[in-house]
């Protein structure tokens, strides 16, 4: 079965930098866009970043210039390398991505990791 697993997040200062690891294993033949979320408590669910499976990338309007998606097919893994840190961007972060399980299988399906705290100290 397919699983996300994610990693990275911490506490850090504001004006810092993390760097979240989103590592997919499994049944996986191949991985299609992969995006990032992010709640905060009493907050709807927001998309931070995606990123397509020929690079192409997308940011929330909150984040661009400070946090760049990226993804290493070979090791099966997303990144979100999050700098310039705010207070504001304190939440949960989710990993998501759209994986073909197996190459007898045509379609992919949606997963999401488990999720990993980003704290921001002012």
């Known amino acids: 079965q397919v699983q996300l697993v994610e990693s990275g997040g911490g506490l850090v200062q504001a004006g810092g930098s993390l760097r979240l690891s989103c590592a997919a294993s499994?049944?996986?033949?191949?991985?299609?866009?992969m995006g990032w979320y992010r709640q905060a408590p009493g907050k709807q669910r927001e998309l931070v970043a995606s990123?397509?499976?020929?690079?192409?990338?997308t940011y929330a309007d909150s984040v661009k210039g400070r946090f760049t998606i990226s993804r290493d097919n070979a090791k099966k893994t997303g990144y979100l390398q999050m700098n310039s840190l705010k207070p504001e961007d304190t939440a949960v972060y989710y990993c998501?991505?759209?994986?073909?399980?197996?190459?007898?299988?045509?379609?992919?399906?949606?997963?999401w990791g488990q999720g990993t705290q980003v704290t921001v100290s002012s």
């Open positions: 998501n991505a759209r994986i073909r399980p197996s190459i007898w299988y045509g379609n992919f399906r949606e997963y």
């Open positions: 990123i397509t499976s020929s690079d192409s990338t």
């Open positions: 499994g049944s996986i033949f191949a991985i299609g866009d």
